[in-house]
């Protein structure tokens, strides 16, 4: 079965700083990945998803993932950050074993910006 | 294009009360979703659709029915809502081709049960 974890519930990062919000998979497939942003009472947009085409997936705002099969895990990062970048971030993955492409999201990690 | 929209924005339940969310999309997608977002726990599936007339059950699907009448059209319905279904519901939909696509969400209805 495939699942998610969200490494930090919480990260706290100045502005102008990199981010780095971490994201490690379970999955018995070859899975497709994706990094979903929801700000403060809206709804989900997808940042960049992984389709095994290349590693490192670039995505919306200055962001960008690495897949790592070795460490099994889908980290999403950014060089500078922008106040504008808080919101909660959610790691999901793709469950192969249905026929409804069904997605299994991660608990979430809210991003914080200091001025 | 409007994407996804659901409607009500927010409503206000009492227990024992019943309710219809409505979904729509405007993309022409064969797969529709309902999931529920609480607290530290991200989104769970509670029934999905794979086309017009076809419903199954997601993750956590007790005190919810659905119907997909219309391709463009899902709705969630709570028959007798409880406190524990208080939380912001979220409705998704997809093109029905492929394992990558992506799923577009809709801006979410906000439900207190008291």
């Known amino acids: 079965a495939q699942s998610v974890t969200q490494l930090d519930s919480h990260v706290s990062v100045s502005e102008g700083t990199p981010v780095l919000l971490r994201c490690n998979y379970s999955s018995s497939y070859s899975p497709s990945l994706f990094w979903y942003v929801q700000h403060p009472n809206k709804g989900l947009q997808l940042l960049l998803k992984?389709?095994?085409?290349?590693?490192l997936v670039k995505g919306i705002n200055g962001f960008e993932a690495e897949f790592k099969k070795s460490e099994t895990s889908f980290h999403l990062t950014k060089p500078s950050a922008h106040m504008s970048d808080a919101a909660e971030y959610f790691c999901v993955v793709s469950d192969l074993s249905s026929s409804a492409s069904k997605i299994i999201f991660g608990s979430g990690t809210r991003l914080s910006i200091r001025p | 294009n409007a994407g996804v929209t659901q409607t009500p924005k927010f409503r206000v339940l009492k227990t024992g009360q019943s309710m219809t969310l409505l979904c729509a999309q405007d993309m022409n997608h064969e797969y529709m979703y309902w999931y529920r977002q609480d607290p530290g726990m991200g989104l769970r599936l509670i029934h999905y659709?794979?086309?017009?007339?076809?419903?199954a059950k997601g993750e956590v699907p007790d005190g919810y029915n659905v119907s997909r009448l219309k391709k463009q059209n899902f709705l969630l319905g709570l028959e007798s809502a409880a406190p524990s279904q208080t939380s912001v519901y979220f409705c998704a939909s997809r093109t029905g081709q492929g394992v990558v696509e992506t799923q577009y969400f809709g801006p979410g209805t906000r439900l207190l049960v008291l």
């Open positions: 992984y389709t095994s085409a290349a590693t």
């Open positions: 659709s794979v086309g017009e007339g076809t419903t």
